[in-house]
């Protein structure tokens, strides 16, 4: 083991012990959040606005009088309060991913058959969606465009955004990015106590839809609480990503793509895959020269210690088969020919090819959205899009002549199994015939 970070070989006898206690990370339930959660969820749907108002000014050092100043009046009035290239960036960012997500839309269908009978689908927006963007440590523009804009695309009625301002505070850049990305309301409360106004309203704050955004344990915990009363993007995991390399990338370049994830918080995962050992030390070397050049080096150096890892592989066909056992949520193919190796891919959340594709792009402005899977659910789900906030109806038309048809077949299949109503009402169209 490094000093820096973990060295595997997929070849050696231990691989898959190790290989899989590095890909465990701590998600069990803490029963002292769960129990404060539901202490707060309770409250909020109980009291409202009284219980809101009491945990922000408990939790976020607040003086809140009433429920109404939670609201922010005006957030595009902060569109002047940031640095005219921030905004510029915002923009320029805001119009990628727009124009991305734009082909996302999913239509309206249907077709006709012989005897007249129409079947479809009838494709509508929600109502209304709620987006948490999480505040105090840091500021997180790129996860309201992120958020915000598929479900704008999407045609959702009303977007509510909730974002925490501790001592007060809310960065403006994150109210300019609101306001660029369309967003409706914007109310400054956070914590479970947000989620639970999103769930079951208030007299201030609506109820919604849908609420998506990531958010802190006790944040998750209340979006797996709610859930069912209203629908969840994801419950998220730590961030990852992991990198396949033929030896030709330069090592700085992949050193820094592993500190690109390992700097958002320390069970942060950053692995590298390549058949070349020497490539792999040379990753290392840049590793130690970069890391104290880092603002947040104390947070990528724990996070490399505990979960990160350089793994050598037989062969790059071996560090494709790796990467789609451990479905990581970024996966960078910086090889020198990644359209070769896409077609083997069948688990990852967002994939970037090539040498000159960093996952940071992804993060900020491609256009793709960086909410993604995490901790292997790339195995089964999908990126947030412009269809998590559409619902499709299905469409059944029936002539009188598909009806006689079809409702033989249906009370033949009900009178299976003994629901006598459901054959007749079925039986009464196709004696109707």
């Not at 929600?126 to 500021?139: N, S, T």
């Not at 501790?166 to 306001?179: I, K, N, Q, R």
């Not at 990753?283 to 990528?300: G, H, K, M, Y």
Request: charged content about 20%; hydrophobic content about 50%; overall charge negative.
């Amino acid at each position: 083991m490094s000093a820096l970070i973990n060295r595997l070989d997929a070849r050696a006898a231990d691989f898959d012990a190790r290989l899989t206690a590095l890909l465990a990370w701590d998600d069990d339930e803490r029963p002292d959040v769960t129990r404060a959660v539901k202490e707060i969820l309770d409250a909020v749907r109980r009291e409202g606005d009284a219980a809101l108002v009491r945990y922000t000014n408990r939790f976020d050092r607040r003086a809140v009088g009433a429920a109404a100043a939670l609201e922010v009046a005006d957030p595009a009035a902060s569109l002047d309060a940031v640095p005219e290239a921030v905004r510029a960036a915002l923009e320029q960012a805001a119009a990628r991913i727009r124009s991305y997500h734009e082909k996302h839309k999913a239509v309206s269908w249907n077709y006709r058959e012989a005897d007249g009978t129409v079947l479809g689908q009838l494709v509508t927006p929600l109502d209304r969606v709620g987006i948490y963007v999480p505040g105090g440590k840091a500021a997180y523009p790129s996860s309201v465009l992120m958020n915000a804009i598929p479900a704008k695309v999407a045609g959702v009625g009303e977007i509510v955004m909730v974002v925490p301002a501790p001592d007060e505070h809310v960065e403006p850049v994150v109210l300019a990015a609101a306001a660029i990305a369309g967003v409706d309301r914007v109310f400054t409360i956070g914590g479970a106590q947000a989620i639970g106004a999103l769930a079951y309203g208030t007299d201030t704050v609506p109820a919604v839809d849908k609420i998506v955004g990531p958010g802190n344990i006790y944040v998750a915990t209340a979006k797996s609480m709610v859930f069912g009363r209203v629908g969840i993007d994801m419950i998220a995991g730590p961030s990852e990503i992991l990198v396949v390399c033929d030896g030709g990338t330069d090592p700085d370049w992949i050193a820094m793509d592993l500190f690109s994830q390992a700097e958002h918080d320390e069970q942060a995962q950053s692995i590298l895959v390549s058949p070349d050992g020497a490539f792999l030390d040379a990753v290392e070397a840049s590793i130690a020269r970069l890391l104290p050049t880092l603002p947040r080096a104390d947070i990528v150096r724990t996070a490399l210690a505990a979960r990160g890892a350089l793994v050598q592989v037989s062969d790059l066909d071996a560090a494709v088969a790796l990467a789609n056992r451990i479905a990581p949520e970024h996966l960078e193919l910086s090889v020198a020919d990644p359209q070769r190796w896409l077609a083997h891919i069948r688990h990852a959340g967002a994939i970037f090819l090539g040498r000159h594709t960093p996952e940071a792009i992804g993060d900020y402005c491609a256009g793709p959205n960086h909410v993604l899977p995490t901790a292997g659910t790339a195995r089964f789900s999908s990126p947030l899009g412009v269809y998590d906030f559409q619902k499709r109806s299905s469409v059944i038309d029936c002539s009188p002549e598909g009806a006689a048809h079809l409702g033989r077949i249906a009370a033949v299949l009900a009178t299976a199994e003994g629901l006598d109503a459901h054959a007749r009402s079925a039986a009464y169209r196709a004696a109707d015939e």
